[in-house]
């Protein structure tokens, strides 16, 4: 029940009596609800890792070329949108509810997607699946929250954030066997059977009292939110691809997405049950661990983005061995945030972690981008490790240091609102590095072939570049040109990532390191 004080200020804050009710679990029990939780994580990220390797498979059978971006930029478009609604909903309605809901929601749509008969409805059913996929990726975390306290929290970050590292691997092996020897559309249908065991293991273990209170839901919020969003994300998939960045539909994006955000923040300083309070922004620790999660989410999908299209053109690899050529650094991410979680919970000490791992990230960005054609495959495993160390020693305790930060009536608005931030970094990321590797590698090709003195058919200023296998069958001369170019460009890619990642580590410098809490307030 609420306080006529708090009804008078407008804030969803937790009364006395419902802290005190806060569950406390043992140790068994919460690594039975990590089970749920990490599975349902896993079910999505691999459900959109999985995708990528089936792409020329599936366009063969629907057709759609043209359509072919929209497959993966859908559900991350979506994802990001939703992300902060679902924290908000699950303070209005339970953590437990809204958990299963989204996870039904993604279940849902995956299912459609198997089934899909054309590209546009492969599409909407991705569309759907981002917004499932908006709540597997905050609540989680919120869950964890609840149900440990941030002095303890660290020994169990540390699993959740191998999940990233663990899905990067296992999505493209899993696509490429399933591709091989079952249908494309078990791609899709892949993620039924776990996020069955997940939703089961969460109905079972998953014990959190229900406070309901007579709140609306802040629907001018979550439509300005949802507004800006969707049409910045808009703007960063189709920029440099659909239509030009020096474009009409650039400018007009853009603006349209400032005049939501714009809207957002007078929406919210009104609302009386806002999706982001606007406290939370007058906080130094969630503004800066919010930056530094944008800068981790642009390093990490840049990062996990353009590898692969080194290793399968300069390096000549297939999906599958390329896929296997990222362990080192997923290998580094679960070392990491797994051991960085045990010192914090034993130590209390957090700050060290995501300062030092953000150097490490720049220090991985900077060995990448010394990469050429010989590079030997241990050198590139090496540099590949690095960033994931950095990674796994980043991502979970930033999250960590905004939940120890806020009041636990705040703390699902900080989790998806962190979450959102890492989110629309890795959007930003892959939008800019694909447009520095585009002009990078135009401009190396044209400059070379004409030094080269190299005639292609057509007139054409540089060879039409498509698939890896197509590019292996360029000519000796040309093909030898095609790589220098693009490793070069690559370099490029990396290189501009370290400053990225350098301004991540100044947030994290500039944090100051709160007492992690081992009580409820």
Known sequence: MHTTANRGKGRSLLTQEQAAVAPRFTHRQVLKILVGLVLAMLTSMISTSVVGTALPTIVGTLGGQEQLAWVASATLLTMTASTPLWGKLSDLYGRKRMFQVSLVIFTLAAVGAGFAQDMPQLIAARVVQGIGAGGLQALPQIIL???????????????????????????????????????????????VPLAVVAFIVIQKVLKLPLNRRDARVDWWGATFITGGTTA??????????????????????????????AGAVLAERRAPEPILPPRLFADRTFVLTSLASLFVGAAMFGALMFMPQYLQIVKGMTPTASGLMTLPMVLGMLTSSI???????????????????????AGGLF????LHVGTSLVI??????????????????????AQNAVTRADMASATSGVAFFRSLGGALGVAAFGAILSNRLSGEL??????ARIPLAGGQATPDLGAPDAIRSLPGPVLEIVLDAFTRAMDTVFLVGVPVALLGAAAAIALKELPLRSSSR
């Open 145 to 191: 929250g609840d149900v440990v306290e941030p002095r303890e929290r660290g020994r169990y970050t540390g699993y959740v954030g191998a999940v990233f590292g663990v899905s990067t691997v296992a999505g493209p092996l899993l696509g490429g066997f399933i591709v091989d020897n079952l249908s494309w559309r078990w791609c899709f249908w892949i993620s």
């Open 232 to 261: 910045l994300m808009l703007m960063l998939s189709l920029g440099g691809h659909q239509f030009a960045w020096n474009s009409p539909w650039t400018y007009g994006l853009g603006a349209f997405s400032l005049a939501m955000f």
């Open 339 to 361: 051991t960085s979680g045990r010192v914090v919970t034993r130590t209390g000490r957090w700050k060290i972690f995501p300062v030092v791992g953000m150097l490490l990230v």
């Open 367 to 370: 060995l990448l981008s010394t």
């Open 380 to 401: 590139i495993g090496l540099d590949m490790a690095v960033l994931g160390i950095g990674l796994g020693m980043c991502m979970q305790i930033l999250v960590l240091a």
């Open 446 to 451: 044209a400059e070379r072939l004409a030094a």
